[in-house]
């Protein structure tokens, strides 16, 4: 008979909740079997700002989920992103020891350790670490071993938060008697899923849109060399219409739904359009063209930041790759065009892997499916595209209790 282990995803985010609890059998096989989204509340762009309300979105998320799976979450994977989470390139360096002048494990383990030791500010937390290739004597390796050489260097991408803030999302996962197992940026959890391997060999950028803010993730050869977190979204673009039309928040969000378009193309009419369209009292035609501008402005602007954050190891590395888009603000008209247009670089839309059920396959859930993806390589035993630093919740765990 087959054996199953149940397994969970959590994506705390700006606009929404979602949970995922997948099935595995036998370890080759996931099936989603329950399924919870939610309207966030007192969550924005990672941070939780009111614990009340965070707590009851959360509890209602897992425990809807749960419902529809008919079990009982143990344990979960869970995103974070917010401007609070800063990546950097850490080092280490060993000489190489044999008498042959060949790599050995020894070599690997004092690089690597050495790589990792530098102690962070106070206040802050590792939550990844992703390996880069090696180097012996200046000379890029995949693997080291039984390479010959003088010096060997480990390179890292290493990921670290803010203690305080890692610290209250955690909680209020644990206060439902829920484990969080393992964290990983919603950036690297949707390129787990809409980038392939050999887009991720090739080069490529992969930019989650969400409601408040944005992650990207730079692939190439396999390996993941720099991420970031823009604190600007969707709901960026919805504020920016309220103020521009002085119009309530609910219904810039909806003009931003129905009419907004990254693109302005010259040769269309300057059509008007009604605020609400219920002719209700106080309903009023606003440009369609103005719509554009504003929000043309916003995306374009976020675009060029992350062109000026990505550049560099662009450069460093001659990629010449792609860029492929997800997160629910993903779904405006036209942004695959700007995008190409502002980052010179082919652009493409993301799609959530075919078994997953149609219900599920908006680019705004990419990242929770991404997790889910992680933790079932986990229980498969098939290991993650990067290898990380383990016992991540080990250390979690501890910031509770300080």
């Excluded at 606009?15 to 309207?39: C, F, H």
């Excluded at 991420?227 to 673009?237: E, R, S, W």
């Amino acid at each position: 008979m087959a054996e199953s282990k149940i397994i969970g995803a959590l994506e705390m985010g700006t606009t929404k909740v979602a949970v995922l609890i997948a099935e595995v059998i036998d370890t080759y096989r996931l099936n989603i079997i329950g399924s919870a989204v939610v309207p966030s509340e007192g969550i924005k762009k990672g941070r939780i700002y009111d614990a009340k309300k965070a707590n009851r979105c959360v509890h209602m998320a897992i425990t809807d989920a749960e419902k529809s799976a008919g079990v009982n979450l143990k344990t979960v994977y869970m995103t974070v992103t917010g401007s609070d989470i800063q990546g950097e390139r850490q080092v280490g360096k060993a000489q190489i020891s044999h008498m042959a002048k060949v790599v050995t494990e020894y070599d690997v383990n004092r690089a690597q350790e050495e790589a990792k030791r530098r102690q962070l500010p106070d206040g802050r937390v590792y939550v990844q670490f992703m390996r880069n290739p090696f180097e012996v004597d200046g000379v890029r390796v995949d693997e080291p071993y039984s390479v010959k050489g003088n010096e060997l260097q480990a390179n890292y991408w290493a990921v670290h938060a803010d203690e305080v803030l890692l610290k209250r999302q955690i909680e209020i996962v644990n206060s439902f008697m829920v484990k969080v197992d393992e964290v990983f940026l919603a950036g690297l959890a949707s390129g787990r899923v809409v980038a392939t391997d050999d887009e991720k060999e090739k080069g490529i950028v992969v930019l989650d849109i969400g409601g408040g803010s944005t992650d990207y993730a730079v692939y190439s050869d396999g390996y993941v060399l720099r991420t970031g977190v823009i604190d600007v979204g969707g709901d960026h673009i919805t504020n920016d219409l309220s103020l521009a039309f002085r119009i309530p928040w609910e219904n810039a969000e909806q003009i931003k739904i129905e009419q907004a378009k990254a693109v302005i193309r010259e040769d269309e009419t300057d059509e008007m359009v009604w605020m609400r369209g219920d002719l209700s009292i106080g309903d009023r035609k606003i440009s369609r063209r103005t719509i554009q501008k504003v929000v043309h402005a916003r995306l374009e602007e976020l675009f060029q930041v992350v062109k000026h954050d990505i550049d560099p190891i662009l450069s460093e590395y001659k990629l010449s790759g792609s860029v492929v888009l997800t997160g629910g603000t993903s779904r405006l008209t036209a942004i695959e065009a700007l995008a190409h247009q502002t980052l010179k670089m082919p652009v493409r839309m993301g799609r959530n892997p075919d078994w997953v059920i149609p219900e599920l396959q908006g680019p705004e859930m990419s990242s929770v499916i991404g997790l889910l993806q992680f933790a079932f390589s986990d229980v498969s035993g098939d290991l993650p595209e990067q290898p990380r630093q383990r016992s991540l919740f080990s250390r979690f765990s501890g910031l509770l209790h300080r």
